[in-house]
């Protein structure tokens, strides 16, 4: 085993005081409970940060607001579209301290640090840049006629709706935290961000990296803190739009609390327990490739990912038997190794929760391979296969959010439809086929948000995401976020 040499600039990081970025400065509240930061490899602490009190959330609000009525009101669109591309030069240019940091943090492989916190972030960045010189509204003919031969026209404008409040998961804080940031700044938002306190630290680092692209003090802050400080933030009378990615009871509460507080928009990405179909001509060997990168990539800590697999009765043993092959051959290590594939859960509370999956597996189900914690240090627990005795195994409903995926076989298209909508969620869906008439008349029929055709958990910036049913309300990406972040005001002139 051999990993990655710490970069200077990385111990030097995590060895300074850790507070909130307001307004273009760090701000360490002394005062403030202090929260350690673990690195889920070796259960030991590498830094701390504080838990924002209402003061410190009200000052960045306030930040906030000064700049969307001043500062970056005043920046044109076009010089908008440039500082957030040269953001994401920047982040590619510090590539390698930034993904660092975000592995010892969340225990993210050093490979999908660097391709998706950073490389996927500064795609995701120069596609919304773009957008910032193109939110327009239109004009419009008034319909009713004319009494006295007087004339009307008409036109929509797309306007910000001030300070956007972003809550960010711990999976992937730095891009997910992007999306946000990137949608409210193009739309003339300003943004004011809660990352999770297991994985606080990337994005100070980031919004250091902001300042240096040209983004006025205060246009993106961030309060670092548990849920009682995202509670309250989103609470805030000054905050316009809440943007929150996380689990269904957090998503309710939040959404309540916005609506309670200041009748507040809220946009929900929320999770899933997501299917993927193998049909009777399935392609075995694309298939469960596809699953072995799709569903224990980040050890299955990843919201659009499958962990329903129907499998159509003839071909079950065979995908079986090649998966737990191939799943045997993935090298567990350090996510500081690179040559290690499959690394810790983010933290010790969703380490306790999957090795709980593993006993009502035991006990409702069959284990097919894994099943076990790894002991020594950290959080590992082995990439884990289960087939269900019925569609009411406990690990064909409830969204795990780990590296196990539950198999049942179906006989028809009609029980395969029934059983893949048959769930409260709704994000994503896959059908592995060469049948693309059969996909193409399936699509219709499948209850999610998205649905891929042999692949799966494929984000591009330009295809809107989101759920529908428990899975969330409203779409990041492709044009679809500007209606979440803009108000449309009505503009009549009679003449
Ligand atoms: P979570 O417990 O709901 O937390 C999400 C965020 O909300 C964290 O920043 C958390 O802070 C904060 N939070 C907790 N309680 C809060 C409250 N009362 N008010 C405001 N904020 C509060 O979810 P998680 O465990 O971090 O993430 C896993 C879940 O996210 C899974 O269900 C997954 O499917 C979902 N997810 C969905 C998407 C999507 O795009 N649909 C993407 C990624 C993840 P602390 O962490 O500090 O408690």
Redesign the pocket.
Known sequence: MKEVPLLPSVQAFLERDHGNFIDGQFVIEASAEKIPVINPDTGNVISYIRNSSASAINDAVQSSLTSFRGKWAETSPYQKGMIINKLADLLEQNSEELAQIETLCSGKSIHLSRAFEVGQSAVFLRYYAGWATKINGETITPSLPSFNGEKYTAFTRREPVGVVAG??????SVM?GIWKIASALVTGCTVVI?????TPLTLLRVAELAIEAGVPAGAFNIVN???????E??SHPGVSKVT????????I??AK?AMEANLTRATL????KNPAALLHDVDAELAVQGLITTAYVHQG????SPERIYVHRSRIDEILEKLSKGLAQLKIGSPMDESAQFGPLANSG?FQKVKNYFDIARKESEIICGGESLGGRGYYVQPTVVLAKSSNDTLLRE?V?GPITTFLPFDTDEELISLMNDSPFG?TASLWTNDMSKALRLIPRIEAGTVWVNTHTFLDPSVP???VKA??MGR?FGGAFIDDYTELKSVMIRY
Do not use: D
Not at 225 to 231: E, L, S, T
Not at 244 to 251: A, R
Not at 269 to 272: A, F, M, T, V, Y
């Open positions: 809550i960010v998961p711990w999976n992937f997910i809660k990352p999770s306190e297991f803190g548990n849920g009682r400080a995202g509670q933030l989103i929150f990615t996380g689990s269904v009871p957090t998503g509460s939040v609390g990405e929320l999770g899933g800590q990843v919201c659009a969703h969204e959010f994000l995401f989101g759920g899975s969330g990041e």
